[in-house]
């Protein structure tokens, strides 16, 4: 077992976040945690507190985050920051990952990595969604 002082268990939850158009999780049950050193958590500047691992599904966000990976998400972070990614919880359509962008115009978008943008076109925000928390890790290949 890890040692409780170089480490922390994060919950694993069943929900998934969609990197595409959205991931509705009706029920989201606590699959397991997962063990990180303090450390690590602490030099990605999240607060274990707020710390949560979810499934990314979807290949939007290649090749930044690749389809089934898993994501650490630090939901203390919920504030809108330009350039980060976050969990999104999109009014009707579930749970996206995104990366936060804003337009010409000073809107806010939400823009996909995978450089096919044509398949992957930016998507505004509406009025009742909401930020989950920034992602801050991705297990497997690639990263953030």
Not at 49 to 56: C, E, H, N, P, R
Not at 60 to 73: C, G, K, Q, R
Not at 108 to 120: A, E, F, G, L, V
Request: aromatic share 10%; proline share 4%; glycine share 12%.
């Amino acid at each position: 077992a890890p040692s409780e002082e170089k480490f922390v268990i994060v919950n694993y939850y069943t929900a998934k976040g969609e990197c595409g158009s959205g991931e509705l999780n009706d029920f989201v049950e606590l699959r397991g945690g997962m063990a990180f050193p303090k450390d690590m958590l602490i030099s990605l500047g999240v607060n274990a507190d707020f710390a949560a691992i979810i499934k990314a599904s979807g290949d939007s966000m290649t090749p930044t985050i690749f389809n089934n990976s898993d994501v650490l998400i630090d939901t203390s972070k919920s504030s809108a920051e330009e350039g980060k990614v976050f969990a999104i919880e999109r009014a009707g359509n579930g749970l996206v990952i995104k990366r936060l962008k804003i337009d010409k115009n000073g809107d806010w978008y939400y823009h996909s990595d995978n450089p096919d943008q044509i398949k992957h076109n930016p998507m505004y925000p509406l009025s009742e969604d909401r930020i989950i928390g920034q992602v801050m890790w991705q297990g497997g290949a690639g990263g953030l």
